[in-house]
Structures are given as C-alpha cells and as structure tokens.
C-alpha cells in the first residue's frame, strides 16, 4: 500500500454480479474528487485496464470508503457495477438551505432530526442529495416532516412520511434539552448507588441469619 502511495494511487476493490471482484488502483486526487462531487448514491463511470491493457468503462456506485484513523487521509474504495435494471437501497445525505424566521428572529435554534434518509430508485435515478428547504420554520411550531420533502420521479422514500426532519427549538427548550442527558446521569448513578445499597444489605441479612443458624445448632 505505500508503494501505491508514493506513486500517487489508492487500492480499491470493483465488484458485482456480473464481473465478481477485480482488485484496481485508482489516482488519489482524482478519486477525492469525484467522491466530493458524487458521494455514494451518484453513478460515476470507471476506466480500469484489463489484463491486455485495454481500457474497460464501468458504471459504478462508490461502495464504501475507508479513511485512516488518525489523519483521515482516504485508505481504500470498493466499487459496485450494480445491476442497471434493478433498483438498489442506498442513503442520500440532506442538504439545509434558507433561512429560518424563527432562528433569525426569533432566536431559536435549527434542529436537524435527520442528516441522511433511505431511498430506493433504480441506479441511474438516484439523487445526488435532497435538499431541504428551512424558510417554512417561521415559528417554534412549525416542522418539516418527510412527507414535505421534494422527492425525485421514480425514488422511493424508506421512512416513515410524519417522521420529523427538522424543527426550530426556543432558547429555554435548548437549555433544557443541554441540561436533560446530565440530569439523566445522575438519576443512573442514584439508581446504581441504590441497587448496590439494597444487594449489600441483602448479603449482610443473609450472612446474619446463617450466623444465627449456627448459633442455634451449637446451642442444641
């Protein structure tokens, strides 16, 4: 892998069902820039050379990326030939735009319930990212729910349509919601301390009936 590096490319794995697995390298700084532009629900189109050193196209969806741990520098892409007349499953990230009255009048606080959703469309249909529109978030009552998302002709959403995507917080729900998770930790700490206080009790009740056990039978 550093003999790859040095030279500038990334190893990679392209499978499917019709090509099983290929192992291939593939130029970093090309490959940062298709995956920001694409990310993984966009089909992208692959050269990769065969044994002969002809080029071979493949229309792919990035799989997965894996970056290291300590640098975050991109180690790794698997490429899926995903089968053009079959719809697959895959997420599509969520794109804010707007401006909320009720966060720049009112002092509140955007709150995003959702970053990503579950859809389902052939591979050729998959959007690139929704993108969710926060100008209707006028007010403290006001919410996006899945339902009101614009969805692309031929994707299938795979969440429920009343399940909230984005609402508007005031300032003292904030507070609240900050304060709640600590709250919260203590009450397991009390809840612990309690447990243990009452298993230790337990032994100790139990050790005194066996002591008085075995004074009884040496008084016998």
Same mark, same amino acid.
């Given at each position: 892998m550093s003999a790859l590096k040095k030279e500038g490319f990334l190893p990679g794995v392209l499978y499917g069902p019709k090509i099983g697995n290929k192992?291939?390298?593939?130029?970093?700084k090309e490959f940062a820039t298709v995956y920001k532009g694409a990310g993984e629900s966009s089909l992208i189109s692959l050269i990769v050379p065969?044994?002969?050193?002809?080029?071979?196209?493949?229309?792919? +969806?990035i799989?997965?990326?894996?970056?290291?741990? +300590?640098?975050?520098e991109i180690i790794h892409a698997d490429f899926y030939q995903p089968n053009l007349t079959e719809k697959v499953t895959t997420k599509v990230p969520l794109v804010f735009e707007g401006i909320s009255l009720a966060v720049k009048d009112l002092a509140g606080t955007l709150i995003k319930n959702i970053q990503e959703i579950e859809v389902r469309a052939?591979?050729?249909d998959l959007p690139h990212?929704?993108?969710v529109n926060i100008e209707p978030l006028k007010t403290f009552n006001d919410e996006i729910l899945v339902k009101n998302l614009i969805i692309p002709a031929n994707v299938e959403v795979l969440k429920s349509p009343e399940e909230n995507v984005a609402l508007v917080l005031p300032p =003292?729900?904030?507070?609240?919601?900050? =304060?709640?998770p600590i709250e919260e930790k203590v009450e397991d700490v009390e809840k612990v301390e309690k447990k243990k206080e009452e298993?230790?009790?337990?032994?100790?009740?139990k050790k005194e009936k066996e002591e008085k056990g075995g004074e009884k039978k040496e008084h016998k």
């Open positions: 192992n291939i390298k593939i130029g970093v065969d044994q002969g050193g002809k080029e071979e196209k493949f229309s792919v +969806l799989h997965q990326v894996d970056f290291h741990p +300590l640098n975050g052939l591979p050729q990212e929704l993108v =003292k729900d904030i507070e609240a919601e900050l =304060k709640a298993e230790v009790a337990e032994v100790e009740e």
